[in-house]
């Protein structure tokens, strides 16, 4: 299931999911759209609250998982 489904599912905006990640909401919807990679704290993170294993929302063919911290746009 998508990011976008999860967190649909569990009634949270991607304003009030940037927030909990502190992120901007810009970079959130880049991430959830797969249009960026994703740093891996904040993978982790996103997994976390959508209550989910990390693998199973972050296929390699899907998202790209990066090992920096760059958060911005």
Do not use: C, H, W
Request: glycine share 2%; aromatic share 6%; net charge positive.
């Amino acid at each position: 299931m998508s990011i976008k489904k999860l967190r649909e599912n569990k009634g949270i905006s991607q304003m009030e999911m940037a927030e909990k990640l502190k992120v901007p909401v810009s970079t959130y919807n880049v991430y959830e759209n797969g249009n960026r990679k994703v740093p891996e704290e904040i993978a982790r993170n996103i997994a976390e609250i959508l209550n989910v294993e990390i693998k199973d929302i972050f296929l390699p063919a899907t998202f790209t998982i990066s090992k920096t911290n760059n958060y911005t746009d």
